[in-house]
Structures are given as C-alpha cells and as structure tokens.
C-alpha cells in the first residue's frame, strides 16, 4: 500500500503507537494519533514524539469527521481488535493494520517470525545472536521490546529481521510474510483478551498465514496444537522435538541434540556444553538451530553462539546465592506453561512465588509440576487465593498468603535454608501490582543482591 498522504489513525500513545508514527513520518503519511485514556494530555504526547514529527493528536473521543476522513488504522498490541470502535472501522472497508505489518509494508530484506505461548524471548534472542555472527546487518525487534517501525526505516536488502511476534501483534498479521516463522508451542494464555483457545491459536498461527512451499515455518512436535497444525501448514515444516528421534529435523536424545535429514543423523552437542538451563531452553535452542539451519547459516556458525549465549534476562535468570541460597528469577513465567518450565528446572527443595493478575488460567498442571520440590508456596496479587485453593487440593500444605511483594519476598528468605531455592515464576502477567514482568524481576533481583550475608 501507497501510505503517501493517507489519512491513517493511530490507536494507543505508548511505544509502538509513537513508533507507528514516527514511521509513517516516514512514509509521508498523514498520523492521527490517538489515545482514549481522558486522563493524559496532549502536551505530554506530543513530547513523546520526536522534534519535527508530523501528527495531529486526539485524546478522549474520535470525532466523527475525522473518523470518517481515515483510510488506514494502525492499532497498538494492547488495543482488542473486537471493540466497536474497531468494528466500525471495519464495517467501512477500513484496513486494520498493527505495528507487524506497518512495519513489513516499509521495511526490506530478509524477516524471521518468532511465535509462541512460551519461549519466544531466549529462542528470538539467540536466533539474533547467530544471524548477528553471520551477517553485517542483523534487527532484533518486535514483542521483544524494540519496536519493528523503528527499524523497518533504515533496513536495506541486505538487511536481517528477528521478530518476536505476540499474538496480540498476529491478530491483524495482513500481507506480513517472513522467509522463515517459528511456532514455538501454544498452550492456554490471553484467554480474557482471545475468549477461546481456537481464537488464540489462530492469531499464532497467522504468523506463517501467507507463506508459500518456499518459505519454512519451524514447529514443535511435542505440542499438540502445532503437531496439527504441521497437516495444514502452508509452509516447508522444520520440526524439533525433546522426545523422539525424527527423519527430519533436529531432536534430543539422552543428553544430546541431533540433527536429522532423510533418516541419516548427525550428534551437534551435549546439552551441557550450554549455559541455559531446563528442558524448556533445550526446546528454544532447536527451535533457534533450526531457524538458522533453514537461513542457509551453516551448524560451525551456529555451535559456538548456542554453547556461549547468556540466558535472557527474567526468564530462569540465575540471580545469586545468598546464605547457601540460590535465587532464580522467572518474572516472565507470566502464565502456568511457563511457569511449570520454572519448576521444572529447579532441582532442589524450592520455595516459590507465585501469583499476580488474572488471566483467566487454571493451575492444575503448574502444581501438578512441583512434583515435591516446592516446600513452600508463597502467593501474591489478585489471584492468590484462587492459586492456594487449587494447591491445597492437590495436597500442598505449606502455603503463605502476602499482601505485598516485600512481605513474599521476606517469607522466602525465613523459609528457605543452605541448599534450597528461591523462585519468582509467577504464573501470572504483574499487572496491578507492577507495569510489566520487567519491573517485577528487577524488584526481585535488587532485593535479593542488598541481602546480607549474614
């Protein structure tokens, strides 16, 4: 699409919305930016743009002259697409773009699409880290928290795209078509935004929606939902696997990944040899080998990025041992399949928080994964006693309810001894207590790093 002169609408003033405009700046559009929240002012975003950026800005209400004038609507992640405000938009022929696809529209190169429930941060940061030793020119964006606009101006042909890419971001996934997409695995999240699990699936599966046989989309064959959706998948699918050996694809065996092409299997490295830890990560670095593979990045390019790369901030993040203690933080374990990686990467007697904004998930699965290794469960935030009436039925007897994350974090360091561990892997997005899971990880971290040691 031409966007020179368009009238376009911006929903949502925080960082992807003031990226949007920036980029149609760009792109000699004409941004309407807009924000419903009555409570900001336009003088302060105004200041979030940058000197001699070009957008009329409305806070509150649209008027419906001006509505009626828009010919394109780019909407931030957290806008829903199903408001009625979308929806006329819609009804008028009115094309509903979000960051993803603005960005695609003015971007060039090559683009990587990185999806799933779980994983996308360390699997999209280590697949940028191996493009980045492979070519000069290499963008890591998207979900991740730089946003795909600011980048896409400055892309040339030679230019390297990794997206992590929400579902929120899919939902209106247009003519978006990376050379190679990633479902990592879906599992139930975002179910108070997407309503059902077939509606949430759909949004992750977009990422590969106008792939063609000469694209390649990587899927996990040990999800359920992405082992389906290999059948109908339009793209050349790349399975991995962390129980069974494949004909095709990379797989774990023991202790060892392998890569397999028409039956014939070649030993790539022990899982050891990583500094990532938990079976979780075994799955995001065959996701990530499998990314490169499918690039064309040659396995002695890849190895030595794999066994060297640090794991990603908040996402198992070993902290510190304080008092024989080992503190992990897991912040982004925002929901219970992650979570249960969490757990299940611990091997010791762990004592953990838990808890925070309701998304509407279940639990079950997530205390079912303790398997006796959580000797005490400290909960916190809105869902934290629908958390322990779930753990008292499946027989968790040790469970400590706070009020604040200060208190949490002081049962933890009474109730943990020498050779214990202390976990934050919530199960649960921060909100109403915290901005994001990042500002809740750091708390966690510098109040384990003041401790005493004595």
């Given amino acids: 699409m031409n966007l020179k002169g368009k009238k376009v609408l911006v929903v949502g003033s925080g960082i992807s919305g003031i990226g949007a405009v920036e980029a149609l700046n760009y792109a000699k559009a004409e941004p309407i930016l807009f924000d419903e929240n009555e409570a900001l002012k336009i003088e302060e975003m105004r200041a979030k743009l940058k000197p001699g950026l070009k957008a009329e800005i409305v806070i509150g209400s649209l008027p419906e002259e001006l509505k009626q004038s828009v010919e394109l609507v780019v909407l931030s992640p957290g806008v829903p697409t199903d408001t009625e405000f979308v929806e006329d938009f819609r009804k008028r022929g009115v094309k509903i773009w979000g960051e993803i696809e603005l960005a695609y529209e003015i971007g060039k190169g090559i683009v990587i699409g990185i999806t799933g429930t779980n994983g996308k941060t360390t699997t999209t940061s280590l697949v940028g880290a191996i493009m980045a030793a492979h070519c000069p020119d290499v963008d890591v964006v998207g979900n991740i928290g730089n946003p795909y606009t600011l980048t896409a101006m400055d892309s040339t042909e030679e230019t390297v795209t990794v ?241 604040t994350f200060e208190e949490a974090f002081a049962v933890c360091v009474e109730q943990a001894k020498p050779g214990d561990a202390v976990l934050l892997s919530p199960a649960c997005a921060s909100w109403g207590m915290f901005p994001n899971y990042e500002v809740r990880g750091r708390m966690f971290k510098e109040m384990v790093n003041q401790m005493e040691e004595n």
């Fill in 163 to 403: 997206a992590e890419i929400s579902s929120f971001q899919l939902e209106t996934v247009d003519r978006f078509k990376p050379k190679v997409s990633a479902i990592l695995n879906i599992t139930p999240d975002h179910l108070n935004r997407h309503h059902t699990m077939e509606n949430y699936a759909a949004a992750k599966e977009a990422v590969c929606k106008n792939q063609t046989r000469e694209e390649t989309c990587v899927l996990n064959y040990e999800n359920s939902y992405t082992r389906a959706f290999g059948e109908r998948c339009p793209a050349q699918v790349l399975w991995f696997s962390s129980e069974r050996k494949l004909e095709n694809g990379f797989y774990l065996e023991g202790e060892e990944i392998f890569r397999a092409k028409n039956g014939a299997s070649e030993r790539l490295m022990n899982i050891h040899d990583m500094k990532l830890v938990g079976l979780c990560n075994v799955e995001n670095v065959m996701a990530a080998m499998a990314v490169a593979d499918a690039c064309g990045v040659p396995m002695e390019e890849i190895l030595p990025v794999v066994k060297t790369f640090q794991p990603v901030e908040h996402r198992i993040e070993f902290v510190a041992t304080k008092r024989g203690v080992d503190y992990y933080n897991d912040s982004k374990g925002t929901n219970p399949d992650a979570a249960i990686q969490g757990i299940k990467a611990m091997d010791r007697p762990t004592v953990l928080i838990g808890g925070g904004y309701d998304k509407q998930s279940d639990y079950d699965e997530w205390i079912e994964a303790f398997d006796g290794k959580v000797k005490c469960l400290v909960l916190i935030g809105q869902t934290r006693e629908k958390i322990a009436a779930c753990a008292k039925q499946h027989g968790v007897k040790n469970i400590v309810l706070a009020d």
